[in-house]
């Protein structure tokens, strides 16, 4: 464990660490910032953010404007790289596979299982990591943005009772439809459908027995919306079971981060509802 | 005129220009964001924003967080670029001379004065575009970070009557007597010391008419705030006139973008008060 970078911000302190990671077997980078109450040695709940295509652990540290909102609220906020990264390591010149693309699962498929073993990263190696290092207490709260909106459905899905409160922007719902979701199940699980529901949200939401609820904005000018995010799916999904969804389309809206800045607020007081009063 | 990128942000738009410039003899980029109000049709002040050295029009407007404040505050707010740029422009291996560290002053040396006359573009061409082009009132507040904190008093100073309320965070308050400034001011400027002072805010401030309350913020953790940064120099040239100055040392903030999203809803604050009203 290496701290790499650290500026006070918001009473606050925004920190960069790197550490060698057990799951995914390379360098792992994360950012992490430190509420005012952190710095003053209280145990804070921790709100996971999983980022997007091509992203590493600096995008939402320096775009998403949520430090204030985290300072604010008392909460811890980590935010990974997206995958293993380094020249050793299996890597695909399309920015939506390998390096930057990890789908937060756990590859079975060559050339990938060696490395690209995010669910497990993100779900239990990190987790563990900052509870024992950092002033954490053991609520968690998970959200991100796209296939990182995707990785916080399923990774909260999967793992009842180990996270208080989910939500998403623009996140890919419904991977095992969608060419983003399919290009990379294929490749990381191999070309088998009936593996790949066990990653997809909207087909963990029909035997889902934990019932967090679910709060996802959409832009509704996304470049992305019709052929990969397409929540509609989700929200059918959610109706068919009762799942309790609060989808929220936002017109004019793009895929950008100054999408995610302007709702960002909104996320932080839907996941402290939670997180706060159990913490 | 050409609008390059454009994304809805808290309700209002960011959008990016690119056009060719009278000034700088070459295409120029700036950021410019529309309040609600504007995009409604209603005439907004308009708040300049200068970044500082190795900054193109990005940074402000990805790390900032200002679009929050600026919808707030029905307020415009344009960050041009740093320089004039291009293949065919001068320029130097360094990070703080040419391209990105155009100092917002007039050249009058070979080979700059034929392309960075970034005082006539920020504080003539660039208001007359943008009052033409865009439903901007005639009220114009000016601010920046470090190499554009000291634009922004320059600029300020030396238009007496142009702004209506300036701001800085962590500027280049005394470019004569700091090495950043010397280098800069000997290059575009020749090695003309009685000539740098019209370029100083700190020798500035000695005979200014006008007095436009300043506000500054400047972190006491900032790597450069005892060689290049230097407020104490402009706090004593403020007191021996009498001038109306708000130093803020801020404990353990640095020189980055999250020392600026922290307290930038102050400076809004600030020009608010004088452009809101003046509108």
Same mark, same amino acid.
């Given at each position: 464990?290496?701290?790499?970078?650290?500026?006070?911000?918001?009473?606050?302190?925004?920190?960069?660490?790197?550490?060698?990671?057990?799951?995914?077997?390379c360098t792992m980078k994360f950012g992490i910032y430190l509420p005012p109450a952190a710095l003053a040695g209280e145990r804070c709940?921790?709100?996971?953010?999983?980022?997007?295509?091509?992203?590493?652990?600096?995008?939402?540290?320096?775009?998403a404007g949520a430090q204030r909102h985290a300072a604010a609220h008392d909460l811890i906020v980590v935010a990974p790289d997206t995958s293993p990264r380094g020249a050793n390591i299996a890597n695909d010149a399309a920015y939506d596979l390998g390096q930057g693309a990890g789908?937060?699962? =756990? &590859?079975? $498929?060559?050339?990938?299982?060696?490395?690209?073993?995010?669910?497990?990263?993100? +779900?239990d190696e990190l987790p563990a990591l900052i509870e024992q290092h950092f002033p954490a207490s053991a609520a968690r709260g998970i959200f991100g943005h796209s296939m990182g909106g995707h990785g916080a459905l399923v990774t909260a899905l999967r793992h009842p009772g180990r996270y208080r409160s989910v939500s998403a922007f623009s996140p890919i719902v419904a991977p095992s439809q969608v060419p983003w979701g399919q290009k990379a199940l294929a490749a990381y699980l191999g070309?088998?459908?009936?593996?790949?529901?066990?990653?997809?949200?909207?087909?963990?939401?029909?035997?889902?027995?934990?019932?967090?609820?679910?709060?996802?904005?959409?832009? =509704? &000018?996304? $470049?992305?919306?019709?052929?990969?995010?397409?929540?509609?799916?989700?929200?059918? +999904?959610?109706?068919?079971?009762?799942?309790?969804?609060?989808?929220?389309?936002?017109?004019?809206?793009?895929?950008?981060?100054y999408f995610i800045a302007s709702f960002i607020g909104d996320h932080f007081a839907h996941h402290a509802k939670t997180l706060s009063a159990s913490a």
């Open positions: 464990m290496e701290r790499i970078e650290h500026h006070a911000s918001f009473s606050g302190r925004q920190e960069v660490w790197q550490h060698t990671s057990r799951s995914t077997g709940p921790v709100l996971y953010w999983l980022s997007g295509l091509t992203c590493t652990e600096q995008n939402f540290i320096t775009k789908f937060y699962v =756990d &590859a079975t $498929e060559t050339p990938w299982a060696a490395h690209f073993q995010m669910q497990t990263y993100v +779900a070309n088998r459908p009936d593996v790949w529901k066990a990653w997809d949200a909207t087909a963990l939401i029909a035997t889902a027995h934990e019932r967090l609820p679910l709060l996802i904005d959409q832009g =509704d &000018a996304d $470049e992305f919306l019709q052929q990969h995010l397409r929540p509609e799916l989700l929200l059918a +999904a959610c109706q068919e079971v009762g799942y309790p969804l609060e989808l929220r389309m936002q017109p004019g809206y793009d895929h950008s981060y």
